[in-house]
Each structure stands twice: as C-alpha cells, then as structure tokens.
C-alpha cells in the first residue's frame, strides 16, 4: 500500500480570533516558551494580545501577522511533539502562512521569520494607512468573469482560494463598483473584507523596498523540503529566488487554489492546517473533497488529528 504523502499549509492573515494560542500554553509548558520567546524578540506582550485582545490590537496587521506565525509555529512544534514519527513532505502557506511553511521546512529560523514578519506586518500597515484600499470576496463567480470585473472597476485579483471564492483588492472607492458588476455577472455574494488595506494589489507596493531590505540582510537556507510559493504556485527555488518571491508577494494574487493542485497532482493525499481558524481546510473541501484535511489550532484539534493519525487504517 502506497505510504500517505503529508503536507502542512500554515493559516494566513484574517484566521486571527481573540483566544489563540491559549489553550496550547494552558497545557503544554513548551508553548509558553516560545511565546516568552516571540514576546522578548518582539520587546512586547504578543501573548497578551492573543489571549485578551481587544480584537481591535489583534486584527491590527502589525499585531495579527506576528500573532499568527507564532500560533502556526507552536501548532507545528505541538505536533511534532506529540507525533514524533509524523513526516511530512511538502509545506505551504497563505500569503502570511508562507513565512511559516518556510520556517517548518527550516529555510528560516523562528527568531528570523518572526522578525521579518513582523517588519512586513508594520510595512503592510503603513502602506494601508497611506493608501485608500480595501478588499472584497467574490463568492460563486469563475475566474474569467472576476478577472473582467476586475478589468472593467480598476481592482485587482488577490486571492483566488478555491473555486467560487476569489477575493478582489484595490481602492476603496472603486470596489463598490466591482462587488456590483460581479454581482451583475452572476455572483451568489460580493462582500467586503474587514482588513486594513489592498493587500495583494500594487496599493502596498510601497511595503516592498523594506521588506528587501530586511530579507537581504536575513539568513535564509534551502527548505528541506519542497515550499509551495503562493506567486508562482510550483515549489520555491534557491536563497536567493526565495527572497525575490517574498517581496512580489505582496502585490502578487494569491494563488491558493493552483498550489494546492500542484501539491495534489504530486501525490499529496492529507494536509494538516496549523494556526488559527479552519479556511484552508474549507478551500481544499471546494478543491478536492477526496483529500483529508486536518488542523491544529487548539489543544483540542491537536489532540483529534493525533487520534486520526494513530488510528490504523
């Protein structure tokens, strides 16, 4: 019988919720530890902010991208804590959750990728407060349709999660329009997002000369094992290839879907979501019911997917 190919896709931005995180540190010691971790290398209290909030600190994008690397990476050392003998042979992540997959596979270390995502997280912020940006979900429309209402409002493709749910990006004044004309065109819903700014557009084209900045001065090493980048949908390439795609990111679409058929089409059958939230477990339902999804996101899950993956069979 064919052994099970594993893959870890890490959560991304938007799957934050006041509480992450804490139900690891209530039971496990290693988690407090890596949180005092984050919080000395951040010079403040991350835990508190998961923990407590106000959801208003929390969704802040300097705060939420921090927040959920941290909470994916204690998710990832928790299983394999409590699954010694768990392998895995590709990782991913969305947008944000990139940093994490390409810490998972040990192309950056947790000090280092926290720094960095932090820094993305404080430039991300800044280029949503200079420019007028939103985005918005595009629910039960194809591609080519959301591409035209795309063209036709001035808005951008920036996630295209799984089939039936694209989520658009551009200036807050033009994506009325686009949510109307997708509506027009045949779309169930057209909502917009509660985020900061127009990620994934080239309103926060303004975050990248930092972030190369920060990446070039960062040690980074070849995954070992294959990272799915969300620009190009196939795995990253050398140091250096990994740099130059981290910083197109920002304002390239996200493309979820595609890398997620890639990992399949390579024989990936189970995929383990780690972070907060259960998105991406509900994105591999719309692309491809046949494959078992897991997470970790609490001690509860973690403890679930640990019985699901003991179980013989």
């Known amino acids: 019988m064919a052994m099970t190919q594993t893959a870890l896709v890490f959560a991304g931005q938007g799957a934050q919720a006041v509480g992450m995180g804490r139900s690891f540190v209530e039971t496990c010691p290693g988690a407090r530890a ?28 300097e705060h939420a991208q921090p927040a959920i690397f941290v909470v994916g990476w204690i998710a990832f050392q928790l299983l394999q804590e409590a699954l010694p003998s768990l392998r895995f042979g590709a990782t991913a992540g969305l947008s944000l959750g990139e940093f ?20 993305r997280g404080q430039l991300m912020q800044k280029a949503a407060e200079t420019t007028k940006g939103g985005m918005a979900a595009i629910i039960g429309l194809d591609e080519p349709a959301t591409r035209e209402v ?28 686009a949510c109307e004309l997708a509506k027009a065109k045949g779309a169930k819903k057209a909502l917009p997002l509660a985020v ?5 557009s080239k309103l926060a084209s303004s975050a990248q000369p930092g972030l190369r900045t920060i990446l070039e001065s960062t040690t980074i090493s070849p995954p070992n094992v294959p990272v799915v980048s969300n620009v190009t949908a196939r795995p990253h390439g050398t140091p250096a290839e990994i740099r130059e795609l981290l910083v197109q990111q920002v304002t390239a679409s996200v493309r979820w879907e595609e890398s997620m058929r890639y990992l399949l089409s390579q024989g990936f059958t189970r995929f383990i979501e780690l972070g907060p939230g259960t998105a991406l477990s509900g994105f591999m339902r719309r692309i491809d019911k046949s494959a078992q999804m897991l997470n970790v996101a609490d001690t509860e899950t973690l403890e679930k997917t640990k019985v699901d993956l003991t179980q013989p069979g």
Do not use: M
């Open 150 to 177: 795309c063209a036709e409002a001035g808005v951008e493709l920036a996630n295209l999660n799984c089939p039936g749910q694209i989520v658009i990006s551009g200036e807050v004044d033009k994506l009325p329009r």
């Open 34 to 61: 890596w949180f005092d971790r984050a919080n000395a290398i951040l010079g403040y209290d991350l835990a508190k902010i998961c923990f407590e909030g106000p959801e208003s600190e929390l969704t802040k994008t």
């Open 196 to 200: 900061a700014g127009a990620f994934h």
């Open 100 to 119: 994490t997959a390409l810490a998972a596979a040990r192309a950056l270390s947790f000090e280092d990728g926290l720094k960095v995502v932090r820094h």
